[in-house]
């Protein structure tokens, strides 16, 4: 039996009425691949996911996961989900809930390993009312994994999370992907598709905007910002600073992109003594993000890397 | 269909179930009053007691009232997004349907025996055994068209609306079924539209059951009508309720 990828989205599109909210989308996912979906609000990620899930048809174009229909991989149980407004019932405890979904399924985990995995072993008498919004993401999780499947898509798991319980969740996630299973997730933080995920996905206006390695994706912004603040400052003139790429001015605070800050800084010093409160950072992950989907640039529509 | 699911669904319910006993104690408050007062008449149209005719009215009207309430469990459960969660799993769109109608099917059995159960241990009714099982059976059976009816409302209607529609909805067939005054009382036209209503053959197929007598053949037919149109449109409404709200 060949190996299939484990998500295979070929010109996906969705259109409800007059707007189009999942336009022409093609992506490859291999089995074992941890990817993040990342956009601004409204870019089209929950509806790629309700595709990809079957729980919406697409106007056009096609959603396989294993190389089937992705009804074939839910009744299968090869493919476990925490969807953005798909929650447990209140009135339920946390063992009852997942031992429901536990009776829907084939080859399911044991309701006790699955709440092992999520962390939520302690939490199994809890009514799903009375848990916090980091208890109701673990309880979720782990009816999302209590099918024990291949493939698990997260539509922003870690929203509603203090910093505590984002970082035990991507721990048990850890664990999981460490199974070699395949992992996609949606979300707003950088710095978790940054540090998690091996590929960053990201979508604008319904589109695929760039797709590559966290570094493929940073490397859009390449160099360093430096600030400082001049008096009386000539813009055109510090725009043709050695290295200099973009120039910002807020009141007398000048912000420059330099593929070259050490140069840009030697030029700037010596022709600009009186320049004080400098600054020097690298471009991340939220500059990259900017660059990409910001509505002013052009370069929205740049692709990096790996995309097929 | 799995056993194990139901199982537990079925157990969650009838933990709900307590928060039923108002639905229960109207039509045995009714039936207390209803009951003593005429009782021993005998009601000739059919051919059955007074205490008879108004304990199968009273059981028809709580197994009905039972059902329809699924509704409310149902809008929750959805507003919740227990429904979204459900659609990841292997259950079937009619797997879904037969899980709610059984349900609605055993806290309906409970109001059918609380009633029945009141009727001869308060008001000293009396019919041969055969008569209390036809009758208890032809209501249960009789209520799975107002199950389907509960998940329609409970697929369509949003949390705010679904009180309202209830209300409606259980009126109107309360009301057709002849199941609070007799139809009688009522202008023609009620009773002519009150005989397409499935409430009105469920009052009748109860009656029938008491009397051991009886054509079942027009009840049988229209409410397996209605269950059926019911059914497509509930199957139909399941494929496209998955998008988020």
Partial sequence: ?308 | MNIRYFGLEMSRQLRNARSLIFTFAVPVAMLLIFGSTYGAQYDSAAHLQWIIVTTVQMGAYGAMMAALAQAFTIVNERSVGWNRQLRITPLSGTGYMITKVSSALAVGLLSIIVVFAVSILALHAHLPVQGWIMAGLGLWVGIIPFALIAILIGQFAKPSFAQPLFMVTFLGLAMLGGLWVPLDILPTWVGNVAQAAPSYWLNKLGQMGAGLTGNIGTPTIVLGAWSLVLAALITWRYRRDSARA
């Avoid at chain 1, 009425?17 to 601004?40: F, K, R, S």
């Avoid at chain 1, 950072?281 to 890397?305: C, H, I, Q, W, Y």
């Fill in chain 1, 1 to 308: 039996m060949t190996r299939q990828p484990a998500i295979r989205l070929t010109g996906l599109t969705k259109k409800f009425g007059t707007l189009t909210a999942v336009n022409d989308v093609h992506l490859t996912i291999q089995p074992g691949e941890v990817v993040a979906l990342l956009g601004p609000n409204g870019a089209g990620k929950s509806t790629t996911i309700d595709l990809l899930l079957g729980l919406a048809r697409p106007t056009d174009g096609s959603a396989e996961l294993f190389g089937e229909d992705p009804r074939h991989a839910i009744v299968t149980g090869r493919v476990g989900a925490m969807l953005q407004g798909g929650a447990l019932l209140p009135t339920t405890t946390v063992r009852e809930s997942i031992a429901l979904i536990h009776a829907l399924h084939k080859h399911p985990l044991s309701v006790e390993e699955a709440m092992e995995r999520a962390g939520v072993a302690d939490l199994a008498k809890q009514k799903i009312a009375s848990l916090s919004g980091g208890q109701m993401q673990r309880a979720r999780f782990a009816v999302a994994v209590v099918s024990n499947p291949d493939l698990l898509i997260l539509d922003e798991p870690t929203a509603a999370m203090d910093v505590a319980a984002r970082h035990s969740f991507w721990a048990s996630m850890r664990e999981f992907t460490d199974r070699g299973k395949t992992v996609v997730f949606a979300t707003h933080y950088l710095d978790e598709a940054d540090t998690f995920a091996d590929r960053i996905v990201i979508m604008s206006q319904g589109r695929i905007i760039a797709d590559g390695t966290p570094s493929e994706v940073k490397s859009v912004v390449t160099g360093r910002t430096v600030s400082f603040t001049l008096d009386s400052a000539d813009a055109a003139s510090l725009q043709r600073l050695v290295g200099v790429t973009h120039l910002e001015q807020r009141g007398n605070r000048i912000i420059l992109q330099s593929e070259d800050s050490d140069a840009t800084l030697r030029a700037l010093l010596a022709g600009y003594p009186s320049a004080t409160d400098i600054e020097i950072v690298p471009r991340n992950m939220d500059d990259a993000f900017m660059a990409l989907t910001g509505p002013s640039t052009s370069s929205g529509t740049e692709k990096t890397g790996a995309s097929k």
